[in-house]
């Protein structure tokens, strides 16, 4: 049994080992051991290549402003192992993590006698659902990897959302939009409500198929439902959200046209709720959502010089932060940090990254998927460039090398994001 936090992490650890092992039958098998907590949740279950945590969080906020008690299930965390379940912004407590695992190890271990050893990711997502099943009033619930196959696609939603698809895990999706929109449009289940972003056409005719295929009701941005910029600026964006006859005037901080494309959808997500009955005030929506600033989603973590940090780990995410760089910040002398795993496609977002910064500082950090220096070194055609193995020296060199009017960028994965974060905090 587990007594510590430690020891459960080095039992992830060790679990860590057993890899991403695509399929839902260890999922189901252990589901069922543990009592189908998943059938005692209202959930909205969130899929795309880019924009989930986005969306998701302005879910969370305009839900919590209306005093629903709101379950957030996201991958990867980015403050250890608690951090992938919380309630109302509060991760499950170190102590409930414990014993949660402690209920149900002994069903861990029949499985694993029976070589049907469920995976890390797993179990952590067993134990968010045995926990919301006693505690939250809706779950929102971001794909790890895909949809079709991922862990979280054991539950019936009562919305899905899918925000978009581009390349991304090839590996495990496959490398075509076809392929990708295939396990994305995994989540549309039988006559629940699927609320789409922008689509590639290949994509979207995947989708549609399987929205009809389930008798889902479709909901696309920019053909069911629209947003139109109003002012953009540093501090704020605004815009005006209709559905036929029905507006809104939204206030986000959230910078990028893709924030306006994430929050159009997460409004629809409501409009939807509130025809299933749920309560909501419009008035306390917006204010949440004008307040929404979102961890590692071109997030501001330090002035005096500006560094700012985003998330964008695949080339569709490095184009909406490039959009948003130089919307922004045209007028400032760039700078560029970046790390990410090896399994990206990093030659593809190196060749459109290195266009738009005085230089790049190509570093790593600790994982088992960490791209080298060397190799980034290798395939940035920059050539003010710099290799600095440990990211901690890559940060500290900003202090002695800023000027005025300059600006630096981390990006790539976001495990470093989440490094880097926790080291200004």
């Known amino acids: 049994m587990f007594e510590t936090i430690q020891q459960v992490e080095d039992f992830f650890e060790y679990r860590r080992k057993i890899g991403i092992k695509p399929g839902l039958e260890r999922m189901r098998q252990l589901l069922e051991l543990v009592g189908n907590p998943q059938e005692q949740i209202q959930a909205i279950h969130i899929a795309g290549t880019n924009g989930k945590g986005s969306t998701l969080s302005y879910l969370d906020h305009a839900l919590r402003a209306n005093s629903y008690l709101v379950g957030v299930f996201t991958s990867p965390s980015l403050t250890g192992l608690c951090g992938y379940m919380k309630i109302n912004d509060r991760p499950i407590s170190e102590n409930t993590f414990i014993t949660i695992l402690n209920d ?9 006698r029976e070589q049907r050893h469920p995976s890390e990711f797993e179990i952590i997502t067993v134990i968010a659902f045995l926990y919301f099943a006693k505690h ?17 696609n054991c539950i019936q939603p009562i919305i899905s959302i899918i925000t978009n698809v581009a390349k991304d895990h090839t590996v495990f999706l496959g490398n075509s939009i076809k392929e990708i929109a295939h396990h994305k449009a995994g989540i549309i289940k039988s006559d629940r409500p699927v609320i789409i972003g922008d689509m590639h056409q290949d994509a979207l005719k995947v989708i549609k198929e399987e929205a009809v295929l389930n008798q889902a009701d479709l909901y696309q941005l920019g053909v069911n439902f629209t947003y139109e910029s109003i002012r953009n600026d540093i501090f704020e964006q605004s815009f005006m959200w209709r559905i036929n006859s029905f507006e809104l005037q939204v206030h986000i901080q959230m910078q990028g046209e893709h924030q306006l494309k994430n929050v159009s959808i997460a409004i629809m997500a409501l409009v939807k709720l509130i025809e299933d009955g749920y309560s909501l005030q419009w008035n306390k929506v917006l204010q949440a959502m004008r307040k929404t600033v979102i961890a590692g989603r071109f997030e501001i973590v330090h002035h005096d010089p500006m560094i700012i940090v985003d998330g964008a780990h695949n080339p569709a995410g490095v184009q909406s932060f490039l959009h948003t760089v130089n919307e922004n910040y045209e007028n400032m002398d760039k700078h560029l940090i970046f790390a990410a795993f090896k399994d ?13 910064f005085i230089s790049i500082t190509l570093t790593s950090f600790d994982h088992p998927r960490a791209a080298s220096t060397k190799t980034l070194y290798e395939l940035t055609p920059a050539t003010n460039k710099y290799q600095l193995p440990n990211w901690k020296d890559a940060i500290k060199r900003i202090s002695e090398n800023s000027f005025h009017k300059q600006c630096y960028f981390v990006t790539g994965s976001i495990h470093f994001i989440s490094l880097v974060r926790t080291y200004f905090q």
């Open 344 to 356: 990206k496609d990093l030659k593809t977002m190196l060749d459109e990254l290195h266009k738009h």
């Open 104 to 112: 149900i190890y002994h069903l861990i271990q029949r499985l694993d």
């Open 136 to 152: 939250v009033d809706i779950a929102l619930i971001e794909a790890g990897m895909g949809g079709r196959e991922d862990t979280t």
